[in-house]
């Protein structure tokens, strides 16, 4: 018969490594395997526990080292019962996987850790193993306390801690996959408690959940490995954490256990550093959104530096394989990601800069004073490990007051989204392509705004058309309609705005348009208004042609205040001819109209544009009268 040890690691190579290969068919082929095995070790186990028959002088050793008698047998049963418990969640059989994790914790003699709540009780070893063994689990919990929480001495073993650990872990796990993420947490909590218990208690190095099964003497195990196995399943209990916090709502909690992984992988030198970058990366928009811009640079510094050392191992790498060629473009898809993120960075801290730079409105509540972030915070939250101070010496990390002081953060911003296009073309990624396309045309729009030249104001502007436009004639309606209606939208406004700054600079000069402003405000005006009725045109119903009576929640706004600007931009037409101007101003009174009429129809909806509606009824009111006047000078 195979020794236990042979049994142990065919079992474990099955389902870590060659389940990799199971063909689409049979996916669990090679974790049911496994399972078989470890069920044999279970039984094998099982009868020398029955038999007593243990190696005295191991489980000696053991109690003397404080493991309270769980024994090596024992544990090596724990370390079985976890590993169907792991398979059974990894198959989906998640009531046997809680099963087998539950009587995992019950041999280790974490009881207690098994339910919210529930105290330590004493139950005697052959109360305890003959539960588990039998999964009578609620009969240890039937006779529990909630008034204390404590951990056993047995549980925060040498022997026992980093497999307790492993069991609350995969029952948070297990948890989460059923959406109950508070139970999930407590696990994680429990997992916690065990690290931190063992920490202060037991000066013993820890083993391994494989070193149970080695035929090595306690004195030949590698102290070493022990703690960094400890450390690695502690750092996962981190990461786990992080996901729960983040689906209960806890946004600040699940940052703060994410940055500690980050923190934690770095110092034990075990990651992936292309997945490290990208969770820096991905963690530094949630700062951003915080307004915490010191420690969002410094974690898109941080990915970026880790990043540039990874490059170095693809330079020596000189054979060419599969492997190596899914690695690289891993590897160059996270740069664009990365990259992508500078750019989303430098854009966030312009429109920051752009929202303090516009005046308060006398009729809206006061903003609350900005409260200076707190340097503390940033050097609790640095990675020592990494210099990055030349990286987060390119950008600031503070809003901006100036055109001078905004331009740097402008160029910073382009050229990162231009790296990230690079990767993620129309061609084979169009729906990032154009989502960060539009971001460049957010930087130029926020540019703008600090711009005092009227001239070059617009040329960002048309830089800013010209970018979508491509997009719009590229873009299939078809497949991109939800795009295409963006797209249009933001060139219609864009074409807008290039117009209220002509007519804006031609009321501060005499007043009255020469023929070729004239003409090119009208031009603006007309690209603005064909624009706008291709947004329209795309909200039609497919089987009538019509607008719908009601349009979707998340489109009545936009499809009101298109109607609007439709009203004010027909308005804004020049024309020396009074036919023309009754055409014009027709047209803007219809315009006008369809919003009243939509609001009264739909009353709902008066509040998503109650500014605009206000406006809609004076000009139904106003232009009429005008019309009239017009008509009267005519006669």
């Known amino acids: 018969m195979a020794s236990l040890e042979d049994q142990y690691q065919k079992a474990l190579r099955l389902y870590q490594e060659d389940s990799a290969n199971d063909p689409e068919s049979e996916p669990y082929k090679s974790k049911y395997a496994a399972r078989e095995i470890f069920e044999e070790l279970k039984s094998r186990l099982s009868k020398q526990l029955d038999e007593d028959d243990v190696d005295d002088a191991a489980e000696d050793q053991l109690v003397e080292e404080g493991v309270d008698g769980v024994g090596l047998t024992r544990a ?15 198959t989906e059989e998640l009531s046997t996987g809680e099963e087998h994790l ?75 996959h059923r959406n109950v993420f508070s139970t999930a947490r407590r696990h994680l909590d429990r997992a916690n408690v065990i690290y931190e218990e063992y920490q202060k208690q037991n000066a013993s190095s820890p083993r391994t959940i494989h070193s ?27 990461y786990y954490l992080a996901q729960v916090y983040g689906h209960l709502g806890m946004p600040e909690k699940s ?34 959104g915080k307004e915490k811009f010191r420690t969002a640079r410094h974690l898109l510094a941080s990915a970026s530096k880790v990043l540039s050392s990874h490059e170095a191992e693809f330079d020596t790498q000189q054979a060419e394989s599969e492997e190596t060629t899914s690695k690289q473009e891993r590897y160059k898809r996270r740069c664009a990601d990365v990259a992508r993120c500078w750019g989303r960075y430098c854009l966030l801290l312009m429109q920051v800069s752009v929202d303090r ?11 609350e ?42 160029l910073c911003g382009l050229r990162h989204f231009t790296e990230a296009r690079q990767y993620y073309t129309l061609e084979d990624h169009a729906s990032d392509h154009v989502s960060i396309t539009q971001d460049m045309s957010h930087l130029y729009k926020a540019l703008a705004f600090f711009e005092p030249s009227e001239e070059r104001r617009s040329k960002m502007h048309k830089r800013r058309i010209d970018l979508l436009t491509v997009l719009v004639q590229e873009l299939n309606p078809q497949y991109y309609l939800h795009v295409c209606r963006q797209l249009n939208y ?3 406004e864009t074409y807008s705005a290039m117009m209220d700054s ?111 509606l206000a406006i809609c009824r004076e000009m139904v009111q106003l232009l009429p009268l005008k019309m009239e006047q017009i008509r009267a000078q005519c006669r």
């Open 255 to 288: 940052a703060w256990y994410c940055h500690s992984t980050l923190q934690r992988q770095l110092a034990s030198k075990d990651y992936d550093p292309v997945e490290w970058a990208i969770n820096a990366a991905t963690l530094s928009q949630f700062y951003q």
């Open 76 to 90: 090596r049963m724990a370390a079985v019962v976890y590993h169907l418990g792991v398979i059974a969640v990894e």
């Open 490 to 492: 933001e060139i219609a």
């Open 357 to 367: 730079a516009i005046p308060d409105d006398p009729q809206d509540e006061p903003r």
């Open 502 to 612: 002509k007519l804006a600079l031609l009321e501060s000069g005499s007043g009255t348009p020469t023929p070729a402003q004239a003409k090119k405000i009208n031009t603006l005006a007309t690209s603005s208004i064909q624009h706008f009725l291709h947004y329209l045109d795309s909200m039609k119903d497919t089987t009538s042609g019509e607008q719908p009576e009601q349009y979707s929640e998340d489109s009545v706004r936009p499809a009101l205040i298109a109607w609007f600007h439709l009203g004010r931009l027909w308005s804004k037409l020049i024309s020396q001819s009074p036919q023309s101007r009754l055409q014009n101003i027709a047209h803007s009174l219809q315009n006008y109209k369809r919003v009243v009429a939509y609001c009264e129809k739909n009353p709902d909806c008066e509040s998503v544009v109650a500014q605009e």
């Open 102 to 176: 539950k009587r995992a914790l019950i041999i280790l003699g974490d009881h207690e850790g098994i339910a919210t709540g529930v105290s330590s009780v004493k139950v005697g070893n052959e109360g305890v193993l003959s539960a588990a063994l039998s999964g009578d689990v609620d009969s240890l919990l039937s006779s529990s306390s909630s008034e204390t929480v404590s951990v056993s001495p047995a549980t925060i073993s040498a022997t026992s801690v980093a497999l307790a650990i492993s069991c609350h872990n995969q029952l948070g796990i297990l948890w989460s």
């Open 369 to 410: 004073p900005q409260e200076p972030e707190e340097e503390s915070l940033d050097r609790q939250l640095e990675f020592v490990q990494l210099e990055v101070s030349d990286l987060e010496s390119e950008v600031v990390a503070t809003p901006v007051g100036t055109f001078e002081e905004m331009r740097p953060l402008f």
């Open 212 to 238: 149970l099964f080695s035929s090595c003497t306690e004195g030949d195990l590698d102290e070493n490995s022990g703690t960094a196995a400890l450390e690695k399943v502690h750092t996962l209990t981190f």
